[in-house]
């Protein structure tokens, strides 16, 4: 099937509202960490643990919704996701003990899977040119992020005239509004009778036996590490932190009065600005190594995330690091989907960044479930921050021994 020559087709269009949705909802639980806590009296790490649970649901449900679009269909699975999504978040609003939530989590995570990269890249990406694929891949991430510039400001707001609760509801209501899309996702053939002559089995065992492949899915370990213990824990670090300094401060006076107002702009300015940091990364992608990109990514990352805690933590300090690590927060799933399509072939693009995906969930639920551990432990968030900075600088160098060139035997066009 010849693709089409403009990027902004009906299929990226769609993608991009699908994502910026879901991510919309996902960026929000850390908003709700402090409220729910405080409504039952939950140890910090109860609640942070259904939010790691749900990051570890959505790591493992990865492949298998990438495997069921290429059987049943992209949007056949989209919408069982999208189900899957709603029906764990009216559930979470029922819950009232910490097992409960942790339950109803495994719901929202294989959600959250159903209506993520896995699935929708493969999407896109199957439905671009060789020319155009860097920068959609990039566009459609990027539209993720803009779902996270207002899903926490949202929830924010909504939390001043609903009780968590009925916020829930109304983000189930939301995901399933979002499926009314579907019809404009044409998607195109997913293989040429070429590409078919290789079964998903003969592609893992190929990948799996590539050290290259098992380099990715290691790097992808530490993004995944930063980017949901900041999600789920930067606003209440932020709250508990700047309080005493907020007032009478430049942002004070421009209207941002509280610290979970802040925490809220914080993520609210990541997604921001990771909206231009992912486009620059999928326009760079398309020109230079992409593996180099990477190290450099994680390696930037490394850098502010230090920085930020060496310093002294002030308003304006968020508000810098925010906007630094934002611009740096999605530039990895465009490269390293794209480097998984480069080597391996877009035919099983979906199960095969699935399960590098999972590598990435798998650090999710390890930061967010040890940022709610050391804090009760130790009463901070100070070590589990200097765990991140060491995971970045070890992602940063595991990337440079990759084999940058299509495995050979794979049919890769």
């Known amino acids: 099937m010849e693709k089409n020559a403009s990027i902004f087709t009906p299929v990226l269009i769609v993608s991009c509202l699908i994502i910026m949705v879901s991510f919309a909802v996902r960026a ?15 140890l910090r790490s109860e609640f942070s643990l259904a939010i790691a649970i749900q990051n570890l649901a959505w790591g493992i449900g990865q492949p298998f919704f990438g495997a069921m679009a290429e059987k049943i269909g992209d949007r056949r699975a989209i919408v069982i996701g999208s189900i899957v999504y709603a029906i764990g978040l009216v559930l979470s609003a029922n819950s009232v003990t910490p097992l409960e939530h942790q339950t109803y989590a495994w719901l929202v995570g294989f959600g959250i899977a159903g209506t993520g990269f896995g699935v929708i890249l493969a999407v896109v990406g199957r439905a671009s ?29 909504m939390l001043g005239f609903l009780t968590w609760q009925s916020t829930f509801l109304v983000f189930a ?10 019809p404009l996702m044409r998607a195109p053939a997913k293989a040429t009778i070429t590409e078919l002559d290789e079964s998903l089995g003969e592609i893992l065992i190929k990948a799996f036996k590539d050290p290259s492949f098992t380099l990715i899915f290691v790097g992808f370990f530490s993004c995944g590490y930063q980017l949901a213990f900041l999600t789920a824990h930067f606003p209440a670090f932020v709250t508990e932190l700047c309080g005493p300094i907020l007032v009478g401060s430049a942002l004070h006076s421009i209207g941002i009065t509280t610290t979970s107002a802040l925490g809220a702009v ?70 390293t989907s794209g480097l998984v399509a480069h080597i391996y072939g877009l035919r099983y693009m979906g199960t095969l960044y699935g399960i590098v995906f999972f590598s990435h969930q798998l650090g999710s639920f390890v930061g967010v ?32 021994p990759i084999r940058e060139k299509r495995l050979e035997g794979l049919v890769t066009a």
């Open 28 to 42: 929000s639980f850390g908003v709700f960490q402090i409220p729910i806590a405080a409504e039952f009296g939950w």
């Open 129 to 157: 040119s060789a020319e155009n694929r860097s920068m959609s891949l990039a566009i459609v991430t990027a539209a993720g992020s803009a779902g996270q510039v207002f899903g926490a400001p949202v929830a924010e707001w």
């Open 173 to 182: 209501g939301t995901v399933l509004a979002m499926t009314l899309t579907l």
């Open 266 to 335: 914080a993520i609210s300015l990541i997604g921001l600005a990771n909206i231009g940091g992912t486009l620059l990364a999928g326009w760079a992608g398309k020109r230079y190594s992409k593996k180099y990109l990477l190290a450099g990514v994680y390696t930037a990352r490394t850098v502010v995330s230090a920085l930020f805690i060496l310093l002294p933590i002030t308003p304006l300090s968020v508000i810098v690091f925010s906007i630094a690590m934002g611009s740096l927060w999605l530039a990895t799933v465009p490269l």
């Open 369 to 400: 479930w040890l940022g709610g551990r050391l804090y009760d432990v130790y009463g901070g968030y100070t070590a589990v921050w200097w765990i991140g900075v060491a995971v970045g600088a070890f992602s940063a160098v595991v990337h440079l």
